[in-house]
């Protein structure tokens, strides 16, 4: 058994999605000194057969904090859970690496980073915030000068029964997206994390308590945190990248344009209302470096 672990979780609907992930970590020949573990949140009995040639583990993801039953709409909601337990499911391992199914690894640096970042027992984790990010909080105003807080933290914190002092300190601290990061088993990131997760479970929806819960680790218990690059996770609905047609990568927009490591399909691409995590025909206008428009797929394709 391998010490190190890339560890993903997918339903049925996103077999595709995780397939690509998949292939984009064994087109590296560094892959091969790491495993790939699947939890299981609703694929069918075929799709298990296929994963089984291509991966080291499937596990059945399970609800792993009781929350009521009317709340368990989805087997793919277990990811907002289980992701905090996977030492649990797959107890063999010093490090693990968590890659969300509708994210894709462009770069292998940026999976070594996330492995180091991780040792001493820390949080290897990259916040959303870069250049060229024009929109970081929505602000409701109030007679011309009063703000109404609107971000992604204060609000699900609000919600899920966070104090206002807390849910305050959380507002403007820069949101870090849990679809990427990195932990060593014996890390007590773990136990913290699931504490939180289940405080915020009591109140709160379950889509995005777990990052929620991370970001209170962090900024709230002060976990200790590798951050890592924003191209180490790459929300293309935050900033499209730019396309070099060269070396057949994605970059970053803005110069010294570092190569994207780990693209993340978060909240997805849009187009005539139909997300291009569910339509990989879809293809959106692209820049390259050297300034042209083409039309590309931003999924693990054919770059």
């Keep these: 058994m391998k010490k190190n672990t890339i560890v993903t979780l997918s339903d049925a609907n996103y077999f595709p999605l995780l397939e690509e992930l998949i292939a984009s970590i064994k087109k590296f020949k560094e892959s091969e000194n790491i495993d790939i573990c699947v939890l299981d949140a609703g694929l069918t009995s075929n799709q298990k057969d296929i994963l089984s040639t291509q991966v080291d583990d499937i596990k059945k993801a399970e609800w792993d904090i009781e929350i009521p039953n009317h709340k368990k709409k989805k087997e793919w909601l277990k990811s907002q859970v289980s992701r905090a337990f996977l030492p649990k499911y797959f107890p063999n391992y010093e490090k693990y690496l968590w890659i969300d199914c509708d994210a894709w690894v462009n770069s292998w640096n940026c999976i070594d980073n996330y492995f180091k970042a991780c040792e001493d027992n820390k949080l290897g984790i990259t916040q959303s915030i870069g250049p060229g990010y024009r929109n970081l909080a929505k602000v409701n105003w109030i007679f011309g000068k009063f703000a109404a807080i609107k971000t992604q933290n204060y609000k699900h914190a609000k919600m899920s029964g966070v104090s206002e002092d807390k849910a305050r300190i959380l507002a403007f601290a820069p949101h870090l997206n849990i679809g990427v990061f990195s932990l060593m088993k014996n890390s007590p990131c773990w136990k913290i994390w699931q504490d939180n997760l289940n405080k915020v479970l009591l109140k709160g929806r379950i889509f995005g308590s777990e990052g929620l819960a991370i970001n209170m680790s962090v900024y709230l218990d002060d976990v200790t945190t590798e951050f890592l690059p924003v191209n180490h996770n790459w929300i293309t609905s935050h900033l499209l990248p730019i396309y070099d047609e060269n070396n057949k990568t994605f970059k970053e927009p803005n110069i010294p344009n ?46």
């Design 258 to 303: 570092n190569e994207i490591g780990i693209m993340h399909l978060a909240a997805g691409i849009w187009q005539n209302g139909v997300d291009m995590r569910v339509d990989k025909n879809i293809k959106i206008n692209i820049k390259t470096l050297e300034g042209k428009i083409l039309k590309k797929s931003l999924r693990n394709l054919n770059k």
